[in-house]
Nanobody, 125 residues
């Protein structure tokens, strides 16, 4: 069982940067692929970024490539999402998630077993 707690959200202006953190409890964090998803009002939850358990593989949604970077520190049981050049369309609740199935497709929310409570990111123009 893993509990995930996100932090780092808030208000930003277009062009600003924010870094989200997701702290995990439990001793098995290093065996989980980790992902970030987001959900804007009235929209479905969408994939943002993911990183493999070892950190050797990453994947990004096309909408954030070149602006967002996912990373992890297994010694600290934490995964990060560095968000640069934020845009108003990045406004959403951001969730971190973990999975142990190691599928090659990182983008399916249904494949993730554990979810955080979410952190709000609001970007103004």
């Amino acid at each position: 069982q893993v509990q995930l707690v996100e932090s780092g959200g808030g208000l930003a202006q277009a062009g600003d940067s924010l870094r989200l953190s997701c702290a995990a409890s439990g001793r098995t964090f290093s065996s989980y692929d980790m992902g970030w998803f987001r959900q804007a009002p009235g929209k479905e939850r969408e994939f943002v970024a993911a990183i493999s358990w070892s950190g050797s593989n990453t994947d990004y949604a096309d909408s954030v490539k070149g602006r967002f970077t996912i990373s992890r520190d297994n010694a600290k049981n934490t995964v990060y999402l560095q968000m640069n050049n934020l845009k108003p369309e990045d406004t959403a609740v951001y969730y971190c998630a973990g999975r142990t199935n190691y599928y090659t497709d990182y983008g399916k929310a249904a494949d993730y077993d554990y979810w955080g409570q979410g952190t709000q990111v609001t970007v103004s123009s």
